[in-house]
Protein backbone atom coordinates (compact mmCIF):
# COMPACT_ATOMS: atom_id res chain seq x y z
CA UNK A 1 0.00 0.00 0.00
CA UNK A 2 2.83 2.57 0.85
CA UNK A 3 5.25 1.41 -1.58
CA UNK A 4 7.73 3.47 -3.69
CA UNK A 5 6.79 6.40 -4.54
CA UNK A 6 5.59 6.92 -8.55
CA UNK A 7 6.31 10.21 -11.26
CA UNK A 8 2.65 10.96 -10.42
CA UNK A 9 2.94 11.28 -6.78
CA UNK A 10 6.35 12.74 -6.63
CA UNK A 11 4.52 15.62 -9.14
CA UNK A 12 2.07 16.09 -7.12
CA UNK A 13 4.20 16.62 -3.82
CA UNK A 14 6.18 19.16 -5.44
CA UNK A 15 3.15 21.23 -6.66
CA UNK A 16 2.23 21.54 -2.86
CA UNK A 17 5.45 22.12 -1.98
CA UNK A 18 5.28 25.06 -4.50
CA UNK A 19 2.73 26.25 -3.47
CA UNK A 20 3.50 26.10 0.22
CA UNK A 21 6.75 27.74 0.06
CA UNK A 22 6.80 29.71 -3.32
CA UNK A 23 9.53 29.13 -5.83
CA UNK A 24 12.24 31.05 -4.13
CA UNK A 25 12.65 29.25 -1.19
CA UNK A 26 12.77 25.68 -2.43
CA UNK A 27 16.10 25.96 -3.77
CA UNK A 28 16.79 26.37 0.02
CA UNK A 29 15.04 23.66 1.35
CA UNK A 30 16.31 21.10 -1.11
CA UNK A 31 19.75 22.42 0.00
CA UNK A 32 19.03 21.84 3.83
CA UNK A 33 17.33 18.81 3.30
CA UNK A 34 20.05 17.12 0.92
CA UNK A 35 22.82 18.39 3.84
CA UNK A 36 20.60 16.31 6.11
CA UNK A 37 20.40 13.03 4.49
CA UNK A 38 24.48 13.37 3.73
CA UNK A 39 24.88 14.34 7.30
CA UNK A 40 22.82 10.88 8.81
CA UNK A 41 24.64 9.26 5.99
CA UNK A 42 28.15 9.94 7.40
CA UNK A 43 26.95 9.16 10.89
CA UNK A 44 25.23 5.85 9.89
CA UNK A 45 28.30 4.85 8.21
CA UNK A 46 30.84 5.94 11.08
CA UNK A 47 28.45 4.07 13.47
CA UNK A 48 28.70 1.09 11.26
CA UNK A 49 32.45 1.21 11.09
CA UNK A 50 32.77 1.58 14.63
CA UNK A 51 30.69 -1.39 15.33
CA UNK A 52 33.05 -3.29 12.54
CA UNK A 53 35.71 -2.65 14.40
CA UNK A 54 34.61 -3.73 17.39
CA UNK A 55 33.86 -7.10 16.19
CA UNK A 56 37.15 -7.92 14.90
CA UNK A 57 38.92 -6.85 18.32
CA UNK A 58 36.97 -9.35 20.20
CA UNK A 59 37.99 -12.51 19.35
CA UNK A 60 35.16 -15.79 19.96
CA UNK A 61 37.37 -18.19 21.98
CA UNK A 62 34.32 -20.39 23.38
CA UNK A 63 34.41 -18.94 26.79
CA UNK A 64 31.54 -16.72 27.30
CA UNK A 65 31.46 -17.00 31.18
CA UNK A 66 30.33 -13.77 32.56
CA UNK A 67 30.98 -12.55 36.45
Not at 20 to 28: A, E
Not at 45 to 58: G, Q, Y
Request: glycine share 10%; aromatic share 4%.
Amino acid sequence: MFGRLGPVELILILIIALVIFGPSKLPQIGRSLGEAIQEFKKGTRAVDDELNNVMKDTKPDGDSKQA
